[in-house]
């Protein structure tokens, strides 16, 4: 027996079921939003928004990474404005010791006021942020320095770790992320001797200059003083640049993500308006094939045959 096969029928349902299907998905990218939602969808341009995606993501991450390196450098430039505010305040007590009629027992007054100072420049060496010491390069669980009053420059170096980490931007380049309390207040010259620009050794041999009530060596030591200051002073410009160096990265990352986030949501995104109108011409298609097949005669052969 020949089965009888109703070829109209079969296109109609081919059709009614190609119409219920494309607004299937239309109704699916109203309520997700995303006219893109497997790669099926549209397997020309899924390529192109997984790289975006891929990107934007790198972007993100990069901007996370600037934003904490970015709160290091603050905190290392505000701490480095501090030391040269305290070294100024000791050199203003030096010059007072250094003072003729200044009597031994008030240079050793003077004295216990810079060895607080002291203390205190020791301690912001080691200042952290985020659980780890800005100035202890790689070995940033523990501070660089502690007071040692026993050492010829008055600390005790906990590690000698430099400072090898680098910062990369949104495109590619990369660069240097800080520098070491030995760098700042320790340099030291290729015999490991004290260099003329070493804080530590300044302050502490103006310490005691005036607790020994020694003139010359007071004079000296602000001298030595003065000239720590001002390469500190020269240090802290690494942080000023590398502060402009992160912000115009982060900026570019700003607009490069606003481009990127455009460039995504034209190719994802649902086009409300759109999509609205061809649902309505889908559900118009719809009823209107329905109504054209209610009106197909019904009629085979076997009613004739009858």
């Known amino acids: 027996m020949i089965p009888f096969i109703n070829a109209p029928g079969q296109v109609f349902l081919a059709n009614l079921t190609q119409i219920e299907n494309g607004n299937e998905k239309i109704q699916q990218e109203i309520s997700s939003g995303l006219q893109i939602n497997q790669a099926s969808d549209s397997p020309d341009q899924i390529t192109q928004l997984l790289q975006l995606q891929s990107q934007l993501a790198s972007n993100n991450q990069v901007q996370t990474n600037l934003s904490n390196l970015q709160a290091g450098a603050l905190a290392a430039d505000s701490s480095i404005t501090s030391v040269l505010q305290l070294a100024n305040q000791a050199a203003s007590l030096g010059a007072e010791g250094a003072d003729s009629t200044t009597s031994a027992q008030t240079r050793q007054q003077l004295g216990q006021q810079v060895q607080t100072i002291f203390d205190q420049i020791v301690s912001t060496s080691q200042t952290a942020v985020g659980g780890r010491y800005i100035f202890s390069g790689d070995d940033d669980q523990i501070p660089q320095y502690q007071v040692d009053p026993s050492s010829g420059n008055g600390v005790d170096q906990l590690t000698t770790a430099l400072n090898t ?142």
């Open 165 to 306: 980490s680098e910062a990369q931007d949104t495109n590619g380049a990369t660069f240097p992320t800080g520098l070491t309390a030995a760098q700042i207040f320790d340099p030291r010259n290729s015999d490991n001797s004290y260099a003329s620009t070493n804080m530590f050794a300044a302050l502490t041999s103006l310490y005691q200059s005036l607790n020994s009530n020694n003139a010359a060596g007071i004079s000296t030591a602000i001298a030595s003083l003065q000239t720590a200051s001002a390469y500190v002073n020269t240090q802290q410009g690494f942080y000023g640049a590398l502060e402009n160096r992160i912000t115009n990265s982060l900026n570019t990352a700003a607009t490069q993500n606003t481009s990127l986030t455009a460039q995504i949501s034209t190719i994802q995104d649902t086009n409300f308006a759109e999509a609205a109108t061809q649902l309505t011409e889908g559900q118009t298609a719809l009823q209107a094939a329905l109504q054209a097949q209610s009106k197909v005669p019904t009629t085979s052969l076997f009613d004739f045959l009858g």
